[in-house]
């Protein structure tokens, strides 16, 4: 693991250059494929035919007479009809346009007009592995597609924890909507300082890289809890310490944390209490994103109380929302656009970094 | 005439290359101009300008004094009003921006800002032939607007047909509209087996290619007749032999035919019924088309019976419209599309090819 | 002073070639950045932080607390956050993204997350000058933006002048709407008789250059007043000599003049009366305009008649923007357009040169 300490930029803050394709990912940078994206939540599956479209392509989602949640491209590979628009017939879905249908797996298993089925007749299979409430899909060269490389999310059913889930269309790039969830510093500016306060801005961070991840720690020692915190644990007023780590795990994942360690005793007899808010963005194309997310806490976990959590994390990431599509707006309107960086951006610069590396790396002859 | 046996083509299948300029003709193939196409009904043109835009062009369509139909280009040669926004005066066209008037001829007879009328200064005027209900435009070399070119439709108003018209605006390019009434196979599947039984998908069939038009002939003998049919002419449940033609005459004009033969005495003495139906393809645009059809049968030609028929086959082209806007639709979402054919596509490739050979023979230079 | 007598151009007339860079200006022709637009009316600006897209920049417009009015682009140079979402304290701007703090000229005075202003942080700063009721704004290169170069519009506050002020947003090139606005000719079509007779549009003009601005000079001697003028003076049946100008001083101002001379004695011992225009045409994109109008007269200047006026005016400004729009769709609808010109057209014409011209040399290296 290498660390970096924080350090002042300043006027050597790399640039973004518009279609800059190699040093810093922007909405340009071709999508990273090669990668367990979201799909879809659990419970948005069933018998029933659906499309989303991921990465730029029309994927069809279901679920076979087992349960098992499968995808394949949501065209007929004849003429290119939308097989969502088709039917079940058990595990097998046939075309609405000449009845081809095709097997769970992609094959081809009847053309209605024909007896034989030639080889070229199927239709893409992507790779899908479901972690309750996760639907996980490959869309890269198949071959790659490990399920070990899935981020772990099994603390989202642990026991001491509530959680709650979400979705949210985004006309934004994923790369900017990355860049925001390693930045807490917008937190008391857009957000308001219910959730942060302007000194947790200025709090002392350390960045780190593991591999391809990049990690951004930030502490803000025996300061007042903010509001918003302060109303979950019922600790209004307490004077905490805050650590705050937000982690690019991947080009779909961020896992992000909040540990609250009460210094005044506490409440019911403990004095530490965790957050934890998984952001999962998918492509739907390169400046649109499908943003699912799940926050989960070890206090106040009751449904009522967790039911009031997620009225307030929807406000706040809708405010992320509406803020990235004014700037992804911005970048489409005016030609030219530059930016400037601050010290505080340097883990979305490596994430930047990173993304680009990796869509580079694929394009890259084998 | 060349005749052409069904074979399967299997793994041979040629495949759609997008934006394949000389092989096979689809939504990017620049569109064939040296041709009649259907710029309106008859019912359609009155003393009112109107403006169609046909080819990639605005025309501006009307009547003169005497009812003959003319179509100009529908933009003062000047500053580029749409003339359909200015007024008629007797046959000529007066401008609503500066007042210049072109006769149907296009020729400028007044500019009332100066004396002369410079040469340069006149509306392209487009051939026009009526063959009610239909009028024909021609949108290519005038020099070759052969009025004997056009396809006859003059059994629209034989006596022993009752005949209904429509109109339908598909976003869709024509190349695949003309594909889908070529194509026999997707009958039962995308209207339901009322209009055909599967059987019939199956059913032995012979492609034949005359010069510039393709033809695909359908036998399916010895069969319960299909409901829509035995409806109409009122033998349901009587065995029958079906001959279908579908026949791509023109880029602009599809003639399909339906031939019922009843094998179990007929009715009123009867024993065969004919159906004829006109598809007439006009592109709007490159992905967009005036779809205009006529349907005639000599069966069952009372107002009432002949009203319920245009309802069903008013109801079965929406479904063909909207299956192409599908696919359509995913051709320009999606990214670098291949689509794979099959045997009963043959005659559909057949258009294809003629259709890409003739917008390259256009491209030529003379 | 140049003067160009009017001679029919007829065949020899230059015709406008679709994407022609250097002879004619049209849509296609860069914007000229290095002249005073105007951004806003006065009455448009307070303490509300305002967004404009001018010349394709977004630009954002609020007055400071002495009432001085501020053009900074609308963009914060860090992550391209709209600074219109943000909030004024006392002079300066806070982003709402991250608090990031600029002054009224542009300069960086807080980073909230950081103690250090890297140099390169600033929003660019327009120069801005107010004349009311309006406000200029220099979007080129601000070393040439010399006040001295504004348009004179102190007759706008002439006490013997009534004067009523207004705005359309129009979907057109300004480029489009300058040649518009410099051809008397569309008046009796496009505005019809009321405005001006036909007569007007065939009397005698002279164009004349001076520097980079044309005028043409029309004059209809002893006519009988057009009703719109009558109606104003109260001389209607009069006969008159009607003296018009219309002055394309710069790519951002157009200034037309009417002085009536009445022959059959005058109204209230007065002869003479004068309606002057400023068009005012700002580009919001190369095919869109923020079109500002201030009309004003020495007759009929009386609160209720001024506003009479005002509908009229409105009335046939919005004719001329429909009439352009229409034009616009047809030119971005149709591919090829070639155009051909007039007798009329040749102060339009000099017009485009000019603005070609300057486009040009906004595009040399200095």
């Not at 081809?100 to 070229?120: E, N, R, Y």
């Amino acid at each position: 693991m290498t660390s970096l300490v924080s350090d002042p930029i300043g006027e050597q803050a790399p640039q973004v250059l518009p279609g800059s394709s190699s040093r810093l990912a922007d909405h340009t940078t071709p999508l990273v494929r090669n990668e367990w994206y979201v799909a879809a939540m659990s419970d948005e599956l069933d018998r029933t035919l659906r499309e989303r479209w991921l990465l730029g392509a029309g994927v069809l989602l279901y679920r076979t007479t087992d349960g098992t949640a499968v995808a394949l491209q949501n065209r007929c590979p004849h003429r290119s009809f939308p097989l969502s628009r088709g039917v079940l017939e058990g595990d097998n879905v046939v075309c609405g346009y000449h009845g081809l249908t095709f097997g769970p797996d992609g094959a081809c298993v009847l053309i209605p007009s024909q007896d034989t089925i030639p080889k070229g007749v199927r239709a893409r299979r992507f790779p899908v592995v479901e972690r309750p409430p996760l639907v996980w899909i490959w869309m890269g060269d198949p071959d790659q597609a490990d399920p070990t490389r899935i981020p772990d999310s099994s603390w989202l059913s642990d026991p001491d924890y509530g959680a709650v889930c979400g979705y949210l269309h985004v006309k934004s790039s994923y790369v900017r909507l990355h860049e925001n969830v390693l930045d807490h510093t917008h937190f008391p500016f857009l957000h308001g300082v219910e959730v942060s306060d302007v000194d947790w801005s200025q709090a002392p961070f350390e960045v780190t890289q593991e591999g391809n991840s990049a990690c951004i720690t930030r502490v803000l020692k025996d300061h007042p809890v903010d509001p918003v915190f302060g109303r979950a644990i019922r600790n209004s007023g307490h004077r905490v310490t805050r650590t705050s780590t937000a982690w690019f795990k991947t080009p779909a994942v961020h896992w992000a944390t909040e540990t609250i360690e009460d210094l005044e005793g506490g409440v019911d007899e403990r004095t530490e209490f965790h957050f934890q808010i998984l952001h999962m963005f998918t492509p739907e194309t390169a400046t649109t994103t499908h943003y699912f997310w799940a926050v989960a806490r070890d206090v106040a976990i009751q449904d009522a109380l967790l039911e009031a959590g997620r009225r307030v994390t929807v406000a706040t990431f809708e405010q992320d929302a509406e803020a990235l599509e004014l700037i992804e707006e911005n970048w489409r309107r005016e030609d030219g656009i530059r930016e400037v960086s601050l010290t505080s951006d340097r883990v979305g610069l490596l994430m930047r970094q990173i993304i680009a590396q990796r869509a580079l790396d694929e394009a890259a002859p084998a």
